[in-house]
């Protein structure tokens, strides 16, 4: 037993007797009598008696807790939950996280994915080593608001874990640029990588490195890593090809070069993020604009039932204010699926108070359905 995760034996009994009857009686064929399950000539009545297929089965229908419960019961559950669980999220845990994790990793080494987001930071750079050490299978990790870890973390995650694709360190300010190029290194295969808040990892060093290693990365949230520039913007765009989201809110130092890098780059993006980047002007929203008709070239009228599928779905030029209602529009204009309809704001432009005359396809239209049949007069 671990922790927060004790309770008492002669609960986790009926607990696990209901779902022993529950999983053999439902899923297996099973009949419920007199408190066993009797399945083809197999008789369940204690805990040693589940096959490891029904308890793999049962270990399916509970929360993480119970899980962790049972790999304490017996060596038979423990191998089954060391061989059934891939997936695994700690972050219900309030207290003595670290220690937990300590515990739990060496047991569970097949996790693919693995949850630690925190209210509080508890981790340490022990854990993520231990993580390494064990679970070289883990594809999806969450560090998020893990204030305590250090670069150490990304070195030992870069050896022990090169099959990574998704990763959130959001929030981590203590790693370095160095330590995340270190990490891309190895960590070829990311898809997914959230560095919102990493004002020390994510810098143009780090983008430069990401666009050189991490060729088929989809999505990268950069909110607030105020260090980053074109330079690093530019890089990503032409090493990055496949980026389908991309977030800059916050990074005030990029201008319309690195739109119109992802523009010319990046035919794939269908989100983009540029909260506050002031620097931004028509030059950037028209070459967004313009890359829909370099994209697809001749092919316009063979995906034409396709339309709405194709381009940007959302974009957030809040605070923008150097941008001007004709570039604008001409954006709304070629991408259909960009809304500024009630109820469907996938256009946020708040702050931008000269924008008020920019509408969507659908808001225009419903505008002229208003005027074409007016409500009678009460």
Not at 170 to 177: K, L, M
Request: net charge neutral; charged share 15%; aromatic share 6%.
């Amino acid at each position: 037993m671990v922790g927060e995760a004790k309770l008492k034996s002669e609960d986790l009994n009926l607990c696990f007797e209901k779902l022993v009857m529950l999983a053999g009686a439902g899923a297996f064929g099973g009949v419920v009598s007199g408190g066993a399950v009797k399945m083809e000539g197999l008789v369940i009545t204690e805990w040693k008696d589940i096959p490891m297929e029904l308890l793999l089965r049962i270990l399916s229908l509970v929360d993480d807790r119970t899980m962790i419960m049972a790999s304490g019961v017996c060596s038979g559950w423990r191998d089954a939950v060391c061989l059934g669980l891939t997936y695994l999220c700690l972050s219900w845990c309030k207290n003595n996280m670290n220690n937990l994790v300590l515990s739990l990793t060496p047991k569970f080494t097949k996790l693919q994915t693995l949850i630690l987001r925190q209210d509080k930071p508890q981790l340490e750079d022990s854990a993520v080593e231990t993580i390494a050490n064990f679970c070289h299978d883990l594809q999806d990790l969450d560090l998020s608001k893990s204030f305590k870890l250090s670069d150490c973390s990304l070195y030992a995650l870069a050896h022990g874990c090169p099959d990574l694709t998704k990763l959130n360190i959001s929030g981590c300010t203590a790693f370095s640029d160095a330590a995340l190029e270190y990490l891309t290194g190895f960590c070829q295969k990311l898809k997914i990588l959230n560095l919102c808040g990493c004002v020390k990892a994510a810098s143009d060093r780090a983008l430069q490195a990401i666009g050189r290693n991490c060729s088929q990365l989809q999505s990268l949230n950069l909110g607030w890593c105020e260090n980053v520039s074109d330079v690093g913007v530019m890089s990503l765009a032409y090493g990055c090809p496949e980026l389908k989201s991309l977030d800059l809110c916050g990074c005030l130092l990029i201008t319309d070069d690195s739109v119109i890098a992802l523009a010319n780059s990046c035919f794939c993006l269908r989100s983009l993020g540029l909260y506050y980047c002031q620097n931004i002007t028509d030059r950037a929203i028209y070459s967004l604009a313009q890359s829909r008709a370099k994209n697809k070239g001749g092919m316009w009228q063979s995906i034409k039932g396709r339309y709405d599928e194709e381009g940007l779905r959302s974009l957030n030029i809040s605070q923008c204010i150097a941008l001007t209602p004709p570039a604008v529009q001409a954006l709304c204009d070629t991408f259909p699926a960009l809304h500024t309809c009630s109820g469907r704001h996938s256009l946020v432009m708040s702050g931008c108070l000269n924008l008020t005359s920019v509408h969507c396809a659908c808001a225009v239209q419903a505008h002229r359905t208003a005027n074409y049949f007016p409500h009678p007069a009460h």
